[in-house]
C-alpha cells in the first residue's frame, strides 16, 4: 500500500464521522485565514515518523510508523457538546482500525485569539505488514 492509501485507510472513518455529526470535512492546508466560526468543521493529518529503512524506497517498508492528528473547529458556545460528540465517533471509529497503538486526547479548548472551540486528538500508528 502506498503513502496515500494508508493515508486514506485512516481518514475514511474520520470522513464518515463528519457525515454522520454534520460536520464539514476539510482537506489539510484549507484553514481559512480569519475565518469565522459559523460552521463547525473538522481537519485530519497524517504525517510520517520514522521507519526502519535508511529511506525511502519503491516497494513495500517493513516498519511504518505515523501520527494522525485529528482537529474539530466550532463555534464557541455551541462548540462543547459537539466536540465531545464528534470526538467520541472519531474514538470508537478508530478501535475498529488496525495499527493503532496509542491514543492521545481528547483535549478540548476554547481558542482565546479565534472564535472556535477547539478540540484534538492524536493516535499513534504502526502500519500493520498487511497495509504495506
Do not use: W
Amino acid at each position: 500500500m502506498n503513502l496515500q492509501n494508508i493515508r486514506k485507510y485512516y481518514e475514511y472513518p474520520v470522513i464518515d464521522c463528519c457525515n454522520l455529526q454534520g460536520v464539514e470535512f476539510r482537506a489539510e492546508n484549507t484553514l481559512e485565514p480569519g475565518g469565522d466560526a459559523i460552521h463547525k468543521f473538522c481537519l485530519a493529518r497524517l504525517q510520517f515518523g520514522d521507519m526502519a529503512e535508511p529511506s525511502i524506497a519503491c516497494g513495500p517498508l517493513s516498519n511504518k510508523r505515523a501520527l494522525f492528528v485529528v482537529e474539530y473547529y466550532g463555534p464557541k458556545g455551541i462548540g462543547p457538546a459537539d466536540a465531545q460528540d464528534f470526538m467520541e465517533c472519531v474514538l470508537c471509529s478508530f478501535h475498529e482500525l488496525e495499527g493503532v497503538v496509542n491514543i492521545s486526547g481528547p483535549d478540548f479548548t476554547s481558542l482565546d485569539d479565534r472564535p472556535y472551540f477547539f478540540a484534538r486528538i492524536s493516535f499513534g500508528l504502526q502500519i500493520p505488514q498487511d497495509l504495506n
